[in-house]
């Protein structure tokens, strides 16, 4: 897939709540800024759309609404010390709102949508 060239980190949590951490290597990631009008003003809202090649999916890896995705490579384990919400304001993190797998065509992908 051209463009892929972007690694990630995605939590995605368990049935037990803890958190499986998947790095994920060979991905594009694209970051969009919509300008929306409001009773209030104008509002700003930030998308990203991420799509992950089949060929780079670990095997265990099944994406999920509300989990977290951060650009780059990611070490930290959440748990007591460590909350999901606190990753996510220190990296900027997206959680996930529309998950599309995608294997028609000639590059089948996990696209992942978020905000």
């Given at each position: 897939m051209q463009g892929a060239?972007?690694?990630i980190t995605c939590y995605i949590e368990q049935p037990d709540e803890s958190y499986a951490r998947y790095i994920i290597k060979g991905v594009s990631w694209r970051e969009e800024t919509a300008v929306n009008t409001t009773d209030?003003?104008?509002s700003l809202d930030n998308?990203?759309?991420v799509r992950i090649p089949i060929e780079n999916v670990p095997k265990e890896f099944e994406p999920k609404k509300e989990s977290l995705i951060i650009l780059g490579e990611?070490?930290?384990e959440v748990g007591v010390e460590t909350k999901i919400a606190a990753l996510k304001r220190e990296y900027?993190?997206?959680t996930i709102k529309a998950i599309h797998h995608n294997l028609d065509g000639q590059c089948p992908h996990w696209k992942l949508e978020g905000v």
């Open positions: 060239d972007k690694t209030k003003g104008l998308f990203v759309s990611c070490l930290e900027n993190g997206v």
